[in-house]
């Protein structure tokens, strides 16, 4: 099942003009920089603002055309603010509980099972003005949760959170992904957090979809902004194949071959996230023998992008998408074109989920 939502709205300098499809399942990132907007299309999407003329179909449901007009509270949606908005005169048990009085579906998590997983055991008789802010925002996760919606929409959540916050709860949010059968549409221009999270990606900018597509395809994408960017990355998901215990280290497996990382505490099989920079990518075109390296993995050049005195090279890696940072005297040295065929090597690779 998908979503489908056509808008389009001028607000004085700003126009929106989207169309897009949205994937019923896993976690869709609404990405672009400030001012793109996200959140417009977000508040579209709930309800919150009705703009004249949009379409929007969920599955089978019509919610928005020319005829109709589904107001918020009758869509099976909850929405995750910037702020987390609680009741400050209701400890925590309290506002909990108010999102299971608008209860969307008798099937939704329960209680002790949202209490569980965004880890609230010792917090439920506090009071909401004590909680910090990163705690205040887990509360108001579970609230949404807790009204047993079908869609969650999740609009910077962890905007208003420093950094430090920001890392306590990212793990919170990665075990509801894991936990939830639940679509969740993310709005974000942080891409640290859209590589943890996300599974597609929606590209805005100045009010327009830009791309959508799976995140590692989007992301990899040499004529968009992502990897145009000095965060250049790919994301790949890989297995846990092993453990080399007297280095600490443990090996990953993926399409492209293997892979060794930092000791990841977790079982043979076991499925990871891993994030690798273009900046950590460079390229031979003969297999080293004698290199301090430990990842080398054989690739094909895909597209070339030059931009100043940098070149960014797109590979495959068995069918997985990889970017490396070279400079464009190294490219024109070695002769690089698209389809070279050449291998990888990979100085760091991050281990997010």
Request: proline fraction near 6%; charged fraction near 20%.
């Amino acid at each position: 099942m998908t979503i489908q939502a056509t808008f389009s709205r001028r607000l004085g300098d700003f126009q929106l003009a989207v169309a897009t499809d949205i994937p019923a399942q896993g976690v869709t990132a609404l990405f672009g920089p400030s001012g793109s907007g996200k959140t417009t299309l977000l508040r579209a999407l709930a309800g919150l603002d009705r703009i004249a003329g949009g379409q929007l179909r969920y599955g089978s449901q019509v919610w928005q055309d020319a005829d109709t007009f589904l107001p918020t509270h009758r869509r099976p949606v909850s929405y995750v603010f910037q702020e987390p908005s609680l009741f400050p005169h209701m400890d925590v048990r309290g506002n909990l509980r108010y999102g299971m009085k608008r209860r969307i579906r008798s099937d939704g998590p329960g209680f002790d099972d949202v209490v569980h997983w965004l880890g609230l055991e010792n917090l439920l008789d506090q009071a909401g003005p004590s909680l910090s802010g990163g705690q205040q925002q887990r509360v108001a996760i579970g609230r949404a949760l807790l009204s047993g919606p079908e869609w969650l929409l999740m609009d910077e959540p962890l905007a208003s959170l420093d950094h430090a916050a920001r890392a306590r709860i990212l793990p919170y949010l990665e075990r509801l992904v894991r936990q939830l059968e639940l679509p969740v549409l993310y709005v974000s221009h942080a891409s640290s957090e859209v590589a943890r999270l996300a599974d597609w990606m929606i590209l805005m900018d100045r009010g327009s979809t830009v791309a959508a597509g799976p995140l590692d395809a989007v992301l990899t994408r040499l004529d968009l902004g992502p990897a145009r960017s000095e965060q250049a990355e790919a994301v790949i998901q890989a297995q846990v194949a092993g453990q080399d215990p007297a280095y600490a280290l443990t090996r990953l497996t993926f399409p492209g071959g293997d892979l060794w990382v930092p000791h990841v505490d977790a079982n043979p099989g076991a499925s990871v996230r891993i994030q690798i920079l273009a900046r950590d990518v460079s390229l031979t075109l003969e297999q080293p023998r004698q290199t301090s390296v430990l990842n080398v993995i054989p690739c094909r050049v895909v597209d070339i992008l030059e931009q100043d005195h940098q070149a960014i090279l797109q590979l495959d890696a068995g069918g997985s998408p990889l970017l490396a940072s070279i400079t464009r005297r190294s490219r024109e040295q070695l002769g690089v074109q698209t389809g070279t065929q050449a291998f990888a090597q990979i100085k760091s690779v991050a281990v997010l989920v």
